[in-house]
């Protein structure tokens, strides 16, 4: 059976390209939850999309953990601790989906420059070709919870009023003099697709139902 976060080894990687999805199948694919700490992790794909790593999804938000993940999909976890994917606040109220996102990374292999640039601009020589093979793919998974107040940003499509939040919730060596810039630019990136691919409707979080109780826009099946 493939793993509920694992895109399809031949879909393209870019978010935009699987935007279209079938809004009647909310509510979102099981997530995979560490048995240990109850918590989320996301998962890291081969160019086959077979999953290669587990991470504790709290740890790339810049919170350390002091344990290897043990997965389980969050169905099989007893009273899971559902934080908020986006500021990390431990008690999530709601579910969105959007188009399951993908980031591929790449290693540079090689970089080649020409000759005669080279000799003349030495370190400004443009690359001409740069090698690079697949590192892994960061899954983001289809689903986010949101805390109360970041889903009031996300109800209000307030793309920079949820990242100035987030923000100020970083760890400090996050977002430290030319930190900021860098990590605000990887939150755009990333909230913005899910602006772009999200789902109508959203699922409530409550005990007993953490891949939520969703409510559907009239007219929408079912
Ligand atoms: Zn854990
Ligand atoms: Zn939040």
Redesign the pocket.
């Known amino acids: 059976m493939r793993p509920p976060h694992s895109p399809q080894p031949a879909e393209p990687a870019h978010p935009c390209a699987n935007a279209e999805l079938d809004t009647s199948a909310a509510p979102v694919p099981e997530p995979f939850y560490c048995r240990r700490c109850r918590r989320a992790l996301n998962v890291r794909l081969d160019n086959q999309g077979v999953i290669v790593e587990y991470l504790h999804a709290a740890g790339q938000r810049g919170q350390p953990s002091d344990h290897r993940p043990e997965p389980a999909p969050i169905t099989e976890i007893p009273d899971p601790i559902i934080d908020?994917d986006?500021?990390s606040?431990p008690d999530a109220a709601w579910i969105y989906r959007c188009a399951d996102r993908v980031t591929d990374v790449r290693r540079v292999t090689a970089q080649v420059v020409a000759v005669g640039d080279y000799q003349t601009r030495h370190h400004a020589a443009r690359a001409r070709r740069t090698d690079t093979e697949h590192a892994f793919t960061q899954a983001w998974g289809e689903g986010w919870s949101?805390?109360a107040?970041?889903a009031d940003f996300i109800e209000a499509r307030d793309l920079y009023g949820l990242i100035g939040r987030v923000v100020e919730t970083l760890p400090a060596k996050l977002t430290r003099g030319k930190h900021l810039m860098h990590t605000r630019g990887q939150l755009h990136e990333r909230y913005s697709d899910v602006f772009d691919t999200l789902v109508p409707g959203r699922g409530r979080i409550t005990p007993g139902h953490p891949l939520g109780l969703w409510n559907h826009p009239t007219g929408e099946a079912p």
Do not use: S
């Open positions: 908020c986006f500021c606040a949101a805390c107040r970041c």
